[in-house]
């Protein structure tokens, strides 16, 4: 079965809840295409020409019908939207990012963008070159190492924690998650588990309340998705993960916070193996030198 093909919409204008976690008006979502929209939908990662064109990128970035709310900062708003489309590979390394052209689109001043962009720029996912633009960032194998490092560390960390005084709600939404989870890769939707592969572990760090090892964490699995968005497509991974994490939360609903350490570690400790040689294998894509030579 090939992979199906997805693209970025706007959510409802009302809060909805998915997996324990809130999602409000102005975020994104993903819905599956039709196979005919599929090979048209410039948002297609596939797809390799007019990589920087202008209205390219911008239907890279804003879903069909995004309108900002007025009632919420812009710049964070503009912030997720670049950041989503960093994250999961829709803007490829060395892509340019049209500032001028983005705000006019929302109808906003240069301002937002510039202070959202800025901010990803600390975060290593942008890049501001000064009299040449502004692009993505490329994924160094350096970068990539360290932030699997960091993230092993916080997360094995702050599960001895969350094994200790997880509560009963919140062994419940990851049961939730790990059955929407388990559904994606039955219908082999590999968008899909990302998103509740990512929500399991954002649920067992938020259960041991440490709000900035949270958020700590979240940064640094930036690099980490970006390789997994293009590489995740082989359905016994999946499984794996899915076997990795029940292993995960049976430790979690006994409160052993030696179990839950011992299998953390040795599911993140396979990913990142198994991550290392797929990022290996697309070196020239992730550092931003595909097709230069």
Not at 2 to 20: D, R
Not at 105 to 124: C, D, F, K, W
Not at 214 to 223: I, K, N
């Amino acid at each position: 079965m090939s992979a199906p093909c997805w693209a970025a919409v706007a959510q409802p204008s009302e809060p909805t809840i998915l997996a324990g976690l809130t999602r409000r008006a102005g975020d994104l979502t993903w819905a599956p295409l039709g196979p005919r929209l599929c090979e048209a939908h410039p948002n297609r990662s596939s797809m390799k020409s007019d990589r920087n064109d202008p209205s390219q990128f911008v239907a890279r970035v804003l879903p069909s019908g995004y309108v900002l709310d007025r009632s919420r900062p812009l710049s964070s708003q503009i912030y997720r939207l670049v950041r989503e489309a960093v994250v999961t590979m829709q803007l490829h390394p060395m892509d340019v990012i049209f500032e001028r052209v983005l705000a006019e689109m929302l109808g906003i001043s240069r301002t937002p963008v510039r202070e959202a962009l800025l901010q990803l720029a600390r975060e290593e996912l942008v890049l501001i070159a000064a009299q040449s633009g502004t692009f993505v960032a490329p994924v160094r194998r350096d970068q990539f190492i360290e932030s699997a490092l960091i993230r092993r560390v916080l997360e094995t960390a702050s599960i001895r924690r969350a094994a200790e005084i997880i509560e009963y709600k919140e062994i419940e939404q990851l049961r939730t998650i790990h059955d929407a989870h388990r559904r994606a890769v039955a219908r082999d939707d590999a968008i899909a588990a990302i998103f509740h592969d990512n929500a399991f572990h954002a649920t067992v760090t938020g259960a041991a309340r440490l709000p900035k090892v949270s958020q700590l964490v979240e940064m640094a699995r930036a690099p980490i998705d970006r390789v997994r968005h293009i590489t995740v497509r082989d359905p016994s991974v999946g499984q794996m993960t899915l076997s990795q994490h029940q292993a995960v939360l049976d430790a979690l609903v006994s409160h052993d916070a030696d179990a839950a350490e011992r299998a953390l570690q040795a599911h993140l400790d396979e990913a990142f193996e198994r991550q290392q040689k797929e990022f290996d294998a697309r070196i020239e894509l992730f550092e931003g030198t595909e097709g230069s030579s």
